[in-house]
């Protein structure tokens, strides 16, 4: 084979690869578009890391062997496992304490349909915490409640978190790299931090890294805020 030809077959495959690329990234906006996500407002930025203020959520909690087990015991919950056969659509983002299982899309069986908000919540203790985050329609008194015992129903008051983003995959050094910088930057700055950071992923498991959204999070002091800011 020529050097013209091994040229020309190079060229095609990274042609190949071009489109391939862009196809997954097209059906990745299309499959994710219209995923309720928690709101929240931005109060400020600080060398990479953004203040949010959070109004009341209600998640849906877990805690299990691993993250794998956590996600499919909340799956099931939205999928219809809780008191009424309530099928809830699946939000963003999930929230973890460490590594965290991508979301999925919720799936209507029987009742009414629920989705998924973004993130997922993940949290590493003894085994592996992980939070749903149910659509903002539902009320303390009208979330409905799990069928299964190792679930339950977490009400969090309105809130200031510390994010720290960055993008592509999420192992645990990368999260435990941006979780150092974080809490440096709130350090400087004279912010306090009120809880553990928490991992936050927003995209299903077939998202392409590149266009991946994951946030280390922390509860911080409203009033240190306040004073960081004056």
Known sequence: MDWKTKAKLGVGIIGVGLAAATAWTALDRVKNR?????PYKTVERIDGVELRRYPETIRVRTTASNGREAFFRLFNYI????????????????????????????????????????????????????????????????????????????????RTLAVRRFSWWAPRIRVSLNERTLRKTLAQAGIEPTGEPRLLRYDAPFTPPWLRTNEVVVEVDTASVRRALR
């Not at 899309?105 to 349909?113: F, I, N, P, V, Y």
């Open 34 to 38: 219209g995923t309720e996500r928690v």
């Open 79 to 158: 999928d219809g496992a809780n008191e009424g056969g309530t099928s809830v659509s699946m939000t963003t983002p999930v929230e973890t304490g460490a590594d965290t299982s991508a979301a999925g899309d919720g799936a209507t069986k029987t009742g009414e349909s629920i989705s998924m908000t973004a993130p997922v919540e993940t949290t590493r203790a003894d085994g592996a915490t992980m939070s749903f985050f149910l659509p903002a329609t539902y009320t303390p008194e009208t979330a409905p409640e799990p069928t299964n015992d190792d679930v339950e129903l977490v009400v969090d008051p309105p």
